[in-house]
Nanobody, 128 residues
Framework: QLQLVESGGGLVQPGGSLRLSCAAS????????IGWFRQAPGKEREGISC????????NYVDSVKGRFTISRDNAKNTVYLQMNSLKPEDTAVYYC?????????????????????WGQGTRVTVSS
């Protein structure tokens, strides 16, 4: 079973920044596209960003475009989500998912079912 571990969440004021990490345990991320999702209270899990296995292709949902940056360091077996200019509506539990299907990152919308393995999530709270 592939294991992903998210970290880096916390409480931050509006306008602040956080960097989330998604680390793989027991397998190499080199061959996996990684998606970041978030789930706010009472809402469905929403795909917000995706990066291909090589890192050559990245994609974002409109609500985070220009504020969030996805990247990966395959040598460290880790994918990152740099979140800047955070807003209260960014408050959610953030999850990363992995898939061998690299073309997934070309989708306009990402669904949880597009990814095969998940972490336990890390909570982000944006509040003054």
């Amino acid at each position: 079973q592939l294991q992903l571990v998210e970290s880096g969440g916390g409480l931050v004021q509006p306008g602040g920044s956080l960097r989330l990490s998604c680390a793989a345990s027991g397998f190499t991320l080199d061959y996996y596209a990684i998606g970041w999702f978030r789930q706010a209270p009472g809402k469905e899990r929403e795909g917000i960003s995706c990066i291909s296995s090589s890192g050559g292709s990245t994609n974002y949902v409109d609500s985070v475009k220009g504020r969030f940056t996805i990247s990966r360091d395959n040598a460290k077996n880790t994918v990152y989500l740099q979140m800047n200019s955070l807003k209260p509506e960014d408050t959610a539990v953030y999850y990363c998912g992995a898939t061998r299907r690299d073309f997934t990152c070309d989708f306009i919308t990402w669904w949880p079912s597009d990814f095969d393995s998940w972490g336990q999530g890390t909570r982000v709270t944006v509040s003054s």
